[in-house]
Structures are given as structure tokens and as C-alpha cells.
């Protein structure tokens, strides 16, 4: 018997109508123009189609993301699995903030999308609805990302190329699937282990900065009198910044004593944080400012707020939780 798949749209480049980039596909229209251009997906499995907004992505905020998570679980009883069709711009930050939302998710929920409208020769659309609704009936219960030929966890991957077909990439796991002429499951995929939720707690009192060499601190000071609740560092390398000069640290101190949360990121999108290595991020650490570990920027951003959402406030259990996974997005604590 063929599975049940949902496939639901947000938008992006993947409907846009050639000749016309502006037009916008009529929700009613979203189904007839997906089986046109791509009618072997009937073939695959029983697609229904439900449309939730058209947007480009970079229009996507927090209460995207919940009517998002409402609609899955909606219909979590009806289908099997789920494919999400959206823009590529903000993919990877909605599939993470799925991927904490719906806790030990029993079916797949795959995000795709194209870097060229389904309707235009040349596009990589076609290929990549069709791995994702056939990814979608096999039993890999995560939010995942499906394009150019990989499954790849949600909350691990980053956009890499803004012109590529290979546009994204998971640079801390291998990828859950890849497809060439036979579909490969690599088994790194997580199972749930125990009853599915639904948390949609999310709060954004938070500020992203990145360190560069000369950054004049003379304008962060000002954060000083109105600190968000917390601040993710982009730092150098293994998670460094200046001490030498320590005006910057001398910041972050002021910042802790504010009672600000400060996490530290990094820059190298491979191997992760280590406050442990160089005296430049053990005094960070020293400080009271917590490394990521090898979570991407966008998971720790999101886990962030998730964790802030969900009322986690003191810096003790907030770090026990952000160094915990809670959806394989952080592989061990450092
Ligand atoms: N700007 C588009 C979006 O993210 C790009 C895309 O879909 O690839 O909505």
C-alpha cells in the first residue's frame, strides 16, 4: 500500500512562475502546478497538498515556524510522513526550530526547495521534490533537509552556496540518506525515544554578533545599558578572542555580571568550539561564557531561543540544557 505524504508550501524560489518572479502561486493552485510539472509523484505515494503561506523565506519569523509545527501536528494521525516545500534563504533555521519544537517525532518531516523554479528548464526542483516525497516514506523520523541527492539533518546544516544546486551543507554529521541510483539510509538517524510533544516556546531576546580583528568595543558598550538576555559571540578558530588588548573581554565580564547569558560560536564552520584549548577561550570560559560545542551558529541561535522560550533562564540550567541534545544537534559536551 502506498504511504500518506502531506506536502506542505511556504514559498520560495521552488513555485515561482517564469516570466512573472514576482507572481505569487494561488493556494489553490499549488497542487495542479506541482502534479504538472511533476506528475510520477502519485506514483511514489498518496500526496495531498496543504498550503500554510507563500513567502519568500526571508519573511519567515517565529510565528511561521509554530503554524508550521501546529499543521504537522494536525495531521500527524492522517499521513506518514511530511515534505515542506521553502525557500532556501531561512531553510535551515525553520528546520531546526521544528526539530526542537516536535520532540521525538515519530515520522519524517523533510524541508526542500530549488535554487530554480520548478516551471523553468534546468531546475533542480523537479529532482529534489522527488527524492524528499520518496525520502519521505522511508521510517527516518527527523526534521531533515533533502537536496541536490542528500538527506541531511536539519539542525546540523548550513546553506552553503547561494548559486549552487549543492547548496547545502551539514559540516559536523553525515548525512541521514544520499541518493544516487539506489536510495542509501546511512543509519545515522535518531529514533524517538519517548512520547511525541509538541513545545512551541520560543522567545528572541537575543543579539548575534560576529568578532572581527579591530572591532572597536567603544560601540557595544552601549549594550551595556540595555543587555538582551543573551549574546551569541561568533568567535575565531576554536572559540578566541583578544586578551592582550582585553578591552573586549573586559566587556563579556561586564556583560556576565549583568547577568547576560554569553555563548560562544565560531567562525570555522568545521570542528566545532573548545574553550579548553587556548588560553584566549579558556579566559572567556573563565568568565562564565558558554562554548557551543560543535552545534552550527543557526542551532545554537534557535536552541537559544527555545531554551529562553521555555523559561530557562539561570545560567546553570540553561547551560546544562543548551550543552544536552535535544534533537542530535550537538554531539557531545566540551
Ligand atoms: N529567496 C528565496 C527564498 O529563500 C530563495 C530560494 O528559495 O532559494 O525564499
Redesign the pocket.
Known amino acids: 500500500m502506498k504511504k500518506r505524504i502531506l506536502i506542505i508550501h511556504t514559498?520560495?524560489?521552488?513555485g515561482?512562475v517564469p516570466m512573472s518572479p514576482s507572481s505569487v502561486l494561488a493556494p489553490e493552485k499549488i497542487a495542479s502546478h506541482v502534479l504538472q510539472y511533476v506528475p510520477e509523484l502519485t506514483r511514489i505515494a498518496d500526496v495531498e497538498f496543504a498550503f500554510v503561506f507563500n513567502?519568500?523565506?526571508?519573511?519567515?519569523e517565529i510565528p511561521h515556524w509554530i503554524t508550521l509545527g501546529e499543521t504537522i501536528v494536525a495531521n500527524m494521525e492522517q499521513f506518514d510522513g511530511f515534505v515542506i516545500i521553502?525557500?532556501?534563504?531561512?531553510?535551515v533555521y525553520t528546520a531546526t526550530a521544528l526539530s526542537f519544537m516536535l520532540r521525538n517525532l515519530p515520522k519524517p518531516v523533510i524541508l526542500t526547495?530549488?535554487?530554480r523554479p520548478l516551471a523553468m528548464i534546468r531546475t533542480d526542483a523537479r529532482m529534489n521534490l522527488i527524492n524528499a516525497v520518496e525520502l519521505a516514506t522511508y521510517p527516518i523520523p527527523e526534521v531533515s533537509i533533502c537536496f541536490d541527492n542528500k538527506l541531511l539533518r536539519g539542525n546540523r546544516t548550513i546553506k552553503y552556496s547561494?548559486t549552487d544546486y549543492d547548496?547545502f551543507r551539514s559540516p559536523n554529521y553525515p548525512p541521514l540518506a544520499t541518493v544516487g541510483i539506489d536510495i542509501h539510509i546511512e543509519n545515522t538517524h535518531l529514533t524517538p525515544d519517548g512520547a511525541f510533544e509538541f513545545l512551541p516556546q520560543f522567545q528572541n531576546d537575543l543579539l548575534v554578533l560576529r568578532f572581527v580583528p579591530g572591532l572597536s568595543v567603544r560601540f557595544l558598550e552601549a549594550l551595556l545599558h540595555h543587555p538582551p538576555r543573551a549574546i551569541f559571540i561568533e568567535a575565531l578558530g576554536l572559540g578566541n578572542v583578544p586578551i592582550q588588548n582585553n578591552a573586549f573581554l573586559t566587556w563579556v565580564e561586564n556583560l556576565i555580571s549583568q547577568d547576560v547569558l554569553v555563548l560562544v560560536g565560531s567562525q570555522s564552520p568545521h570542528g566545532g568550539v573548545d574553550l579548553s584549548r587556548y588560553q584566549n577561550g579558556m579566559e572567556l570560559k573563565k568568565a562564565g561564557a558558554i562554548g557551543c560545542g560543535d552545534m552550527t551558529t543557526e542551532a545554537a541561535i534557535v536552541k537559544t531561543m527555545h531554551l529562553l522560550g521555555s523559561g530557562l533562564h539561570s545560567r546553570e540550567t540553561f547551560s546544562r540544557a543548551f550543552l544536552e541534545p535535544i534533537a542530535g544537534e550537538i554531539s557531545s559536551p566540551r
Open positions: 514559498g520560495g524560489t521552488f515561482m513567502l519568500d523565506s526571508a519573511e519567515i521553502h525557500g532556501t534563504d531561512s531553510m526547495g530549488s535554487q547561494s547548496a
